[in-house]
């Protein structure tokens, strides 16, 4: 006989993730459906396909269209809308690349006027998102187009919700904090990583408190993606390992998030197949299309697993040190990504064997810690190949810094559904480890 028993409850002073949350606003809850016991291997899909617990999710996603040519649709998509003004949303690299100007044909040739807005920075600051939903207010605009990397898509989601909610975009921090949805959002990324063109997440920098904070809410998903491969094409080296390691991050987190489901876990380890692939290909051939569109399929993926089943510690952990050092975000988990495995292994190593497989790391490995040694051993391969060497003592880190970086990072939304419970002394090690 089934039947489905609620089970559960938040830790105290843990914060519920909103594919959750939404469901369950009172309260972090799981829905056991009885059934038979797992079998069989342990790899991560096996126990998915007999597990017995099926806990309820959501699945959030914009529309998307993914494709060379992609970006041309922004007029099409405008009109659509029915709108009279649009601010476009850039930053003086992409304007350079070409990227912005295709995009305003685009519109033009749909007939629909647009002013610029190109004052974002790499990591998108607080300063920047309130001139930003000025302009867009003044001018009176009532679309967004965002066109460029993940911190133009995050600016244009944080100006387009101060614009509605006439609030600081500090006020929207957390999990579920944004009243009202900003204005419809078309984002164009032209970088294959962040994927803030499908996610709940916008990454913001305040710079006098020296930290990123994330806002995660529904009302971020943009309404449309136009994904294009062909603009990560004038991506720099260094800029593409960046954002693919960041990317591999997404999916490994998305993996053995606390609120993994089979829907994610199709897309995360699809995504870690994908950069595994592509990566390498596409930091040292960067004309070609096969592997830039083997990355940007990838950051897709990994962006619709992990915008559904969160992330983790690496974030949790990047976001504060990113703010603090004001280092690129791709950087920052490249770095901190094999210590945090080798912290959270043991509570998921079925899941970890599944990511090892993904990795294209050889079957046959017998132990716990020989497959965790060579998910860290791969990983760090990974991303020395990419050049993004050495530690963060060499990028200004010091031990003094780290108490008050730890202090952030425990308070940040992503480590709610990390596998294993990190405390603050835990994320100390973890930075001290990385450095
Ligand atoms: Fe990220």
Known sequence: MQGIHPEGNPSPGRIAWPGILLLFPCGFRTFHIEGEQPTGSHTGEAHVANSKTI???????????????????????????????????????VTAAGWLSRVAESLTASTIPYVVFDRVSPNPRVEEVM????????????????????????????????STNHQTVRTFEGVDNVPEPGPPLIAIPTTAGTSADVSQFAIIADMQERLKFAIISKTVVPDVALVDPLTTVTMDPYLTACTGMDALVHAIEAYVSEAHSP??????????????????????????????????????EAGLAFSNASLGAVHAM???????????????????????????????????????TALGIPPGLTGPSTVRASIRARINEMRTTARIAGSLAGRGLKSADIPVLAEKAVKDPCLVTNPRRALKRDLEVIYEDAR
């Open 131 to 162: 001139h930003g939903a000025e302009v867009f207010l003044t001018e009176g605009c009532d679309v967004i187009v965002a066109v460029g990397g993940g911190s133009v898509i995050d600016c244009a989601k944080g100006l387009g919700i101060v």
């Open 318 to 356: 990047a976001h504060s040190l990113g703010g603090y050092l004001d280092m690129p975000h791709g950087e920052c988990n490249a770095l901190l990504l094999e210590h945090v495995v080798a912290f959270n292994y043991d509570a998921a190593p079925e899941r970890y064997a599944a990511i090892a």
């Open 263 to 300: 829907v994610y876990d199709l897309h995360a380890l699809e995504a870690i197949r994908l950069i595994t692939r592509h990566l390498q290909t596409a930091i040292e051939q960067p004309d070609d299309l096969d592997a830039r569109a083997g990355m940007m399929l990838g950051s897709l």
């Open 55 to 93: 806990a309820l999710r959501k699945f959030v996603a914009p529309e998307f269209v993914f494709g060379t040519g992609a970006l041309d649709l922004a007029g099409r998509y405008a009109s659509n809308l029915h709108i009279r003004k649009a601010l476009i949303v850039t930053d003086p690299g």
